[in-house]
């Protein structure tokens, strides 16, 4: 009998060995095959998260970077923005750039310098201005102009000054059709030759979009200040002259600003002389339904000593040449001028219950003679404008600056994420985009 120890070697015997070494060989390819495959993919991963994780926060500056020609710097010039938030920048002046050599080919700043004759656009989610061709008569005055944006398609430019400031003021009103690129003046009419606005800049206009009307307050022709207040209805043409150049239960300004909430005007600040401005502490405001001027007393930003226990209330400085931009019952107020010191703050007003809060106290740059706006999705933006620049020397600033004042919905934060993470959509073709799978509602929004 043989013990299995001594069975004979066969053909059949091998064939359990040398399976199990090509399964071994099998199993150690397939193992690199899956490893490589894994560290391609980890090695895509690893390109794809270079970037930080998207985020949108709330209160916090960032200066969005231009990837575009960009507008040179400026000051006293006007900013709206339309629903999806690209901005308009109309007119602006600078003395600094008259010999620019940079600028020696740009025909229309030749034509204009040191004011700007132009309309940009800048569009939001492709981070790139756009230098409008327009056509029809395109306004003169375009420092210190007041600026209104109507029904998300209309440019509506009123006032103004070119330069020597105090000879060539302005009371004409323009439209640029933003479709067509087309510019209007328009011939309005006035029951009294009296009762038109008379020629100034510095004004503060404000909307009344529901019943197709703007308010004009205030400004200065260069010599004096007035507060006049006067109401243009786009349905029927026509001026109407609200208070009496001899009613002087306001101060008179310039570089003011001014909303309108249930049916009063709220006016903000300004100046009617060299260091002189005017309190945010209490607010004038006309009652449009009894065609008189109030007074607001208004509530401070509480600030509270955890040592004495004691509150107190803090106020914005008094200012002028600042801007505010009014966000559903909020006014935000952006920098300004104050004795001389330019101011770098963020403030919110409620105005509900007449209450100031101290949002920011060092934005990015001091600003002044700057323009800004906000996004019906709460996001705040601000061009241009002097800051302090080095040696505590004032300059011109054309940089750009964003907020955001309030949680954006969904579909906005989404769109958002999607051009961080691909910032080549910008260079595809409406073609590619759509086969990609963007609806075309999003494929127009890269389009200048």
């Not at 005007?265 to 002189?276: A, P, R």
């Not at 509480?302 to 009014?326: D, E, L, Q, W």
Request: proline share 4%.
């Amino acid at each position: 009998m043989i013990s299995k120890l001594a069975r004979p070697f066969t053909l059949f015997t091998l064939i359990p060995i040398v399976s199990k070494v090509v399964c071994a060989l099998v199993y150690l390819f397939i193992g690199r095959i899956l490893k490589l495959s894994l560290k391609m993919e980890h090695d895509v991963n690893q390109q794809i998260t270079k970037k930080k994780m998207f985020s949108i926060k709330i209160l916090q500056f960032e200066r969005i970077k231009i990837e575009s020609q960009e507008p040179s710097a400026r000051s006293g010039h006007r900013m709206v923005c339309d629903s999806d938030g690209n901005l308009y920048v109309l007119g602006g002046y600078n003395s600094d750039l008259i010999d620019d050599y940079e600028l020696k080919d740009d025909d229309d700043w030749v034509r204009t310098r040191p004011l700007f004759a132009e309309l940009w656009k800048f569009n939001i989610s492709t981070n790139r201005f756009t230098k409008l061709r327009t056509t029809g008569e395109f306004p003169q005055q375009l420092a210190s102009h007041s600026c209104e944006m109507l029904n998300d398609d209309t440019l509506i430019s009123f006032g103004g000054t070119a330069v020597p400031f105090e000879e060539f003021s302005s009371n004409n009103l323009y439209m640029c059709d933003l479709k067509t690129k087309h510019w209007t003046l328009l011939n309005p009419m006035c029951k009294e030759e009296s009762q038109f606005p008379t020629k100034k800049y510095g004004q503060a206009l404000c909307l009344d979009e529901e019943n197709s009307k703007i308010y004009t307050c205030g400004g200065t022709d260069g010599f004096s200040f007035c507060a006049d207040l006067h109401c243009y209805d786009f349905r029927e043409k026509l001026w109407t002259q609200l208070t009496l150049p001899t009613d002087k239960s306001v101060e008179s300004r310039y570089r003011h600003e001014m909303t309108l909430y249930e049916n009063s005007l709220f006016i903000f600040g300004g100046g009617n002389g060299t260091n002189t401005e005017l309190t945010l502490e209490t607010l004038p405001y006309f009652d449009l339904k009894n065609r008189r001027w109030e007074l607001c007393e208004t509530i401070g930003h509480t600030v509270k000593n955890s040592m004495s226990h004691t509150v107190k209330f803090k106020f914005p400085s008094p200012r002028r040449c600042h801007i505010i931009c009014r966000y559903k019952d909020f006014v935000f107020l952006l920098g300004g001028l104050s004795k001389l010191r330019i101011c770098r703050d963020l403030w919110k007003f409620d105005l509900r219950i007449k209450k100031w809060t101290l949002l920011i106290e060092q934005i990015p740059i001091s600003i002044y003679f700057h323009g800004a706006s906000v996004s019906s999705f709460g996001q705040l933006t601000f061009f241009g404008g002097i800051t302090t620049g080095q040696k505590l020397i004032n300059v011109r600033s054309k940089r750009l600056y964003s907020v955001y004042i309030d949680i954006p919905p969904l579909a906005i934060m989404a769109w958002k994420a999607l051009l961080y993470y691909n910032d080549n959509f910008k260079n595809k073709t409406d073609d590619q985009l759509l086969k990609l799978g963007l609806p075309n509602i999003y494929v127009k929004k890269l389009r200048d």
